[in-house]
């Protein structure tokens, strides 16, 4: 199983970025994917996910209404579109996969594949 992160950079406040995860050789039984940060000094913390089949979305409250959760199973990919950035946006974005539930989870704890991490600059 392979998980690799990009598009992160540097934006200013208010601007957007896109983030890919292109993954490979998830197993049968993958039942959704997410988006998680670690920001400077801080503990790594949920940020969005989605069901594999595209039908269900679950996002932090932090990033309602301004990050928006996508994928493309044809080109195993998964998404995270980033609008009206803030300086607190700032942090290392993983993209993560799990096989063990049947619902939308957001703990950690349930995911078992895990990118590598893409970082995110958001200057005010």
């Known amino acids: 199983v392979q998980l690799q992160a990009s598009g992160g950079g540097m934006v200013q406040a208010g601007g957007s970025l896109r983030l890919t995860c292109a993954h490979s050789?998830?197993?049968?039984?993958?039942?959704?994917m997410a988006w998680f940060r670690q920001a400077p000094g801080k503990e790594r913390e949920f940020v969005a996910a989605?069901?594999?089949?595209?039908?269900?979305?679950h996002y932090a409250d932090s990033v309602k209404g301004r990050f928006t959760v996508s994928i493309d199973n044809a080109k195993n990919a998964l998404f995270l579109q980033m609008n009206s950035l803030k300086a607190e946006d700032t942090a290392v974005y993983y993209c993560?996969?799990?096989?063990?539930?049947?619902?939308?989870?957001?703990?950690?704890?349930?995911?078992?594949?895990w990118g590598q991490g893409t970082l995110v600059t958001v200057s005010s």
């Open positions: 050789n998830l197993p049968a039984g993958t039942n959704a």
């Open positions: 989605i069901k594999l089949s595209g039908d269900r979305t």
């Open positions: 993560a996969a799990e096989t063990r539930t049947y619902a939308l989870a957001f703990a950690e704890k349930w995911y078992d594949y």
